[in-house]
Each structure stands twice: as C-alpha cells, then as structure tokens.
C-alpha cells in the first residue's frame, strides 16, 4: 500500500466497523504494521494515511468509552497496558499478565471499597459489556476460522466475556457421548455414500480393471470396521448403542442396510489383495476396528476425569 489515493470509496458503515476493527487490534497489541496487513487481508484497499486515520479515530472512540476526567491519559494507559498483557500472554508470562490485569482493574476502579458498591458494581458490568452481540461474535469467529485467520479469533476471544455454568457431572460426558455418536453416524453414512458412487460408476463405466469393485468393497469393509467399533465401544462403556444412535440419528436408512453391507464386506486380506492388482490404487493402511474404537474410548473417558 501507497499513500496514493483511495482506491475504493468507503460507505459510512464500512469506515465505522473498520475502526472498530482497528480499536480491537490496538487493544490486542497490534503495531501499525500489523494493521496495515490485517487491512490488506481484508481488501480494505486504502492507503497509508487513511489506516492513520482510523487508528486516530480508534484512540479518540476508546478515549469516550471510558466516561472519565482525563479521558485521553486514562484511555492511553488503559491501551498500554492491554498491549503489554497481550505481550505478556504470547510470552506464556502469566505473572506478568496477571499484574497488569490487576493495574488496570486499579485505575477503573473495578476493586469495590465499602462505601461505593454498587457503584463499582455498575462499572464493571459496563466494562465487561462486548462490543458485538452473541450472534455476531459466532459469526465472525467462525469467518475467521474458516479463513486460518487466527488473530482475527483473537480478537473476537478478546471481546467475548467468560461464564461460569452449573452443571451435572453427567452432562459434559453425555454431550460427548452424542457427539461420538454422530461422528460414528456421519461415518457410516459416508462409506455408504462411497459404496453407492462407486457402483453406480462401475456400472457407467464397465470397470474393466476392477478399480471401482474395489472402491466398493473398501467402503463396505470401512462400513463394518466402524460397525465392530461402535458395538465394541458402547458394550465395554455399558450404552444402549442404537438407543444412542437413534437419540442423535432421526432416519432408519442405516438399520435398514447395516446389515447387508456389513455381510458382503471383505475381509482385510482380500482387500489388501486387491489393492496390490495392477491398476488398483494401492494404499498401506486400512481402516482398523480397535484404533476406531481406542480413539472414542479415550475421548470419552477423558469427559469423565474432573
């Protein structure tokens, strides 16, 4: 980026989330480099001096959030301090960061004295309040996922509050419990899916060579490895693993084919003859029971240990 002109002219409420943006890094820790490559990824398309302006614009909005006398030195020591915890945090020093936290919590008067409650009470619930709603919180950190930008999850981490839920003992280990179900689910119906393609090409394109027969048989064979797993899973934890499956699992397309695709599935020899044939694709490992089920089985005794 130059200091040339603006490539593209900015609506009002481009220029305000970019400024918020901007305000989030800062908070963060970032230098004016780090903004300037964040806007880049972004395609902001401005220039130099136009970054400036926001970070200008950034320092003034934090200045007002914090509704006090001498607004500027405070909101400058306030940033300060969030830049050196944030240092502190990449540097694993915790000690360090713990003090600043505690410094800032000082000069916002976070600590309530005896005659000023309330008042303190008040303040640090304003503090805590985020700049973006739940939804849009979700929603940023999963563009940011899904776009491997990892500082922009930070930032969204950074404005997210922390709660503290009551729970059952039982309930995390049951949310894990459903999710291995659904990974087992979302398996089976994937090796069927192969299964069927498979066919359906050997059927379009007369498989001379066997190659789709064999992409067949190693979905099936994949099928009931998974089927052994789950059944060798829910028996030594003491689960019901159909009623499991079905709590998670509304349709009956698997009940109704598990049992013949686990039938024609072959054995491990054979598919590791077939993939030695030539014009097979060969592969070195195959899909095996007691790893799939060593996986859920310490997933799941991993939720019951406190």
Known sequence: MTDGPVMSKSTKIAVISRVNDVLRLILAGAEFSDIRQFASQNGWNVSQRQIRRYIERAHRQFSKTTHRDREQLLGRHLMQRRAIYARAIRADDLKTALQVLRDEAALQGLYPSNSDDETSAT?????????????????????????????????????????????????????????????????????????????????????????????????????????????????????????????????????????????????????????????????????????????????YRQSLSD
């Open 123 to 299: 303040r640090f619930a304003e503090a805590r309040k985020p700049a973006l709603s739940r939804c849009e919180r979700i929603a940023r950190w999963l563009a940011a996922e899904a776009a491997g930008d990892r500082q922009g999850m930070r930032l969204v981490n950074q404005d997210t509050p922390r709660c503290f839920y009551t729970l059952a003992d039982t309930d995390i280990p049951l949310q894990i419990l459903c999710g291995i179900a659904m990974t087992y689910v979302i398996g089976q119906l994937e090796s069927v899916a192969i299964l069927f393609n498979a066919r359906l090409r050997a059927l379009e394109d007369r498989d001379n060579h066997g190659i789709w027969k064999h992409h067949e048989d190693a979905a099936a064979y994949s099928f009931r490895v998974g089927h052994e797993a789950w059944h060798t899973f829910c028996a030594e934890s003491g689960i019901d693993g159909d009623y499991l499956v079905s709590r998670n699992y509304l349709g009956s397309f698997l009940g109704e084919i598990e049992a013949r695709i686990c039938s024609q599935a072959p054995d491990l020899e054979t598919l590791r003859a077939q993939s030695e044939e030539p014009g097979i694709p060969h592969s070195e490992e195959f899909l095996n029971a007691d790893s799939l089920t060593d996986s859920w089985r310490r997933l």
